[in-house]
């Protein structure tokens, strides 16, 4: 059975920096296509990365461009997401999923197409 365990959330101040990290047990991570998601209170659950199998294509939501770095690392079983300059808005609850696909190159980027999800992380930004 797969399972994803995130780590690294926490509270900082505006400005400065977390590293997430999600570790993927009980299956192949190479054939999983990985995502971060968000989702602050009262408002919708959001895509915030994603990264395909390979690592050689990644998707960023406009408002975390030049701030947030998502890498994988196939041999550890871990994706992770480097979050810089962190703002106020970026307070939420972190969960990192992955899917199965066949596309080595491929990017997922709605959620409805995440076969697993992980128990979230919070990440609380002050101002």
């Known amino acids: 059975q797969v399972q994803l365990v995130e780590s690294g959330g926490g509270l900082v101040e505006a400005g400065g920096s977390l590293r997430l990290s999600c570790v993927l047990s009980?299956?192949?991570?190479?054939?999983?296509?990985m995502g971060w998601f968000r989702q602050a209170p009262g408002k919708e659950r959001e895509i915030v990365t994603a990264i395909s199998r390979s690592g050689g294509n990644t998707y960023y939501v406009n408002s975390v461009k030049g701030r947030f770095t998502i890498s994988r690392d196939n041999a550890k079983n871990t994706v992770d997401l480097q979050m810089n300059s962190l703002k106020p808005e970026d307070t939420a609850v972190y969960y990192c999923?992955?899917?199965?696909?066949?596309?080595?190159?491929?990017?997922?980027?709605?959620?409805?197409?995440?076969?697993?999800w992980g128990q979230g992380t919070q990440v609380t930004v002050s101002s």
């Open positions: 999923a992955a899917d199965r696909i066949f596309e080595p190159w491929r990017v997922v980027i709605t959620g409805r197409e995440y076969d697993y």
């Open positions: 009980g299956g192949t991570f190479s054939t999983y296509a």
